[in-house]
């Protein structure tokens, strides 16, 4: 049981980092720009998006620090604000050849295009 106050906040923080991470439509996003900076209509086309459907990730991640966007003429370029983000999905890649079994067989955590399991 977390009964320190500090402890729970930090948690809480945490979960939240990791909610950016979660939605496979900003996880397709983030992974598009490990390739470097992108137009929106360049990264809608990669991950399979429409560009609204983009644009309001793209938004969320930027709003959360994990992407950040920069003008040049008439188009808007986003880039992983942090060399740290690319640097955390490099390692879930790496655990991920290491765990991928039971990631994929877990009953507890479904992927979205599975129905839940009992």
């Known amino acids: 049981m977390l009964t320190h106050p500090a402890q729970h906040m930090q948690i809480e923080l945490v979960a939240k980092l990791f909610r950016g991470f979660s939605d496979p439509s900003r996880l397709a996003l983030l992974e598009a720009l490990r390739g470097g900076p992108r137009t929106v ?3 809608a086309e990669t991950a399979g998006l429409s560009q609204p459907n983009t644009s309001n990730h793209l938004s969320c991640l930027r709003d959360c620090g994990l992407v950040k966007s920069t ?3 008439r188009y808007v370029r986003y ?3 942090d060399p740290r983000v690319e640097a955390l999905m490099a390692t879930a890649d790496d655990l ?3 765990v991928a ?3 994929y067989t877990c009953s507890r955590y479904t992927l979205d ?3 839940p399991r009992p």
């Open 96 to 98: 991920l050849r290491e």
């Open 71 to 73: 003008q040049h003429g």
């Open 79 to 81: 880039q992983l604000a």
């Open 113 to 115: 295009s599975e129905s």
């Open 101 to 103: 079994t039971g990631i």
């Open 41 to 43: 209509n360049e990264l």
